[in-house]
């Protein structure tokens, strides 16, 4: 089994590195607070104090951070993971970043001698407990194959999509998705409310035809129970939809739907939501329809 390190034991990737211990990968761990990962230490993960010392210590190494600065910091920054590789060892980065630095950083690693996969994943934290994690992969065909075992030990869908900066792309194209659903979902539930419709009826039809989606289903269900608990925080969607947008630019894709749906989505941080779950988003279309302090959808 190969030696993982794993940086950045957040909501996702806490659970992810238990499922690769798990699956009997050694795991050496560093994230921000060492305090929140103790459990983890005891079940038999090792604690590094630095970057370098993870890549020193591990065959692959996978990082989990919350933007592209940090990737960029974690990865190619002073005692970062490049400072202590070795040819031969492959890097995983399974956030969701820029494209664009992904390239560079892969740029870099091949002059390190090691293969680097850009792997972002969708599935939120209940995918990474259960290990069910959508995995979406850029990169070489045979770091791919390497590294098949261990999304196996986190994810269920797991496809190779292309090139370096290939899993980037499609995780953008399902942040675009997310997004709009989400605010279609909660545009159509308040419309409901307002109209003097039961939005829990309104939902359960919906479920049953053509506008049925896994977005209805589980956000939709949070928007009626008030349920705002952080599976995926809302300041993190907006980040990725401002990462999705600098692509769009750089590459020239129209996404007016999707610029439109970051700025509405800014006025829900504005408001105090960004560490609440993305489902959120119906408080500000609730607001936007004085619909506030009539009773929950």
């Not at 949070?222 to 990462?243: A, Q, T, V, Y």
């Not at 129209?254 to 988003?281: C, H, I, K, W, Y």
Request: charged letters at 20%; a neutral charge.
């Amino acid at each position: 089994m190969e030696r993982i390190g794993f940086i950045g034991l957040g909501a996702m990737g806490k659970p992810m590195t238990r499922n690769l211990m798990k699956a009997g990968y050694p795991a050496n761990v560093l994230t921000r607070t060492r305090s929140r990962v103790e459990d983890l230490l005891a079940e038999g993960a090792v604690w590094c104090n630095t970057p370098k010392e993870i890549a020193q210590k591990s065959d692959v190494v996978i990082t989990m951070l919350p933007d592209t600065p940090d990737v960029e910091q974690v990865v190619a920054g002073r005692d970062g993971v490049f400072d202590g590789v070795r040819p031969g060892m492959l890097i995983i980065d399974m956030s969701t970043i820029s494209p664009l630095a992904v390239r560079k950083l892969a740029h870099e690693a091949e002059a390190h001698g090691c293969d680097f996969l850009d792997a972002p994943v969708s599935g939120g934290d209940i995918g990474a407990r259960n290990a069910t994690l959508s995995i979406m992969v850029g990169g070489r065909e045979a770091a791919f194959n390497r590294a098949m075992p261990v999304f196996q030990a986190m994810g269920k869908t797991i496809l190779l999509i292309g090139d370096s900066g290939a899993g980037q792309i499609t995780k953008a194209a399902n942040q675009i998705l997310t997004s709009i659903h989400i605010e279609a979902v909660a545009e159509a539930l308040v419309f409901a409310a307002k109209a003097g419709v039961d939005p829990v009826k309104v939902r359960q039809a919906l479920m049953g035809g053509a506008a049925y989606s896994r977005i209805l289903e589980f956000h939709g269900q949070r928007m009626i129970e008030r349920n705002f608990k952080p599976g995926f925080r809302m300041r993190l969607h907006r980040k990725d939809l401002d990462i999705t947008l600098e692509a769009g630019r750089a590459y020239g894709a129209a996404l007016p739907v999707t610029a439109q749906v970051r700025e509405l989505m800014t006025e829900t941080l504005n408001d105090g939501q960004g560490d609440m779950d993305n489902s959120s988003f119906v408080l500000l279309l609730e607001k936007l329809s004085n619909l506030q302090g009539k009773g929950s959808l």
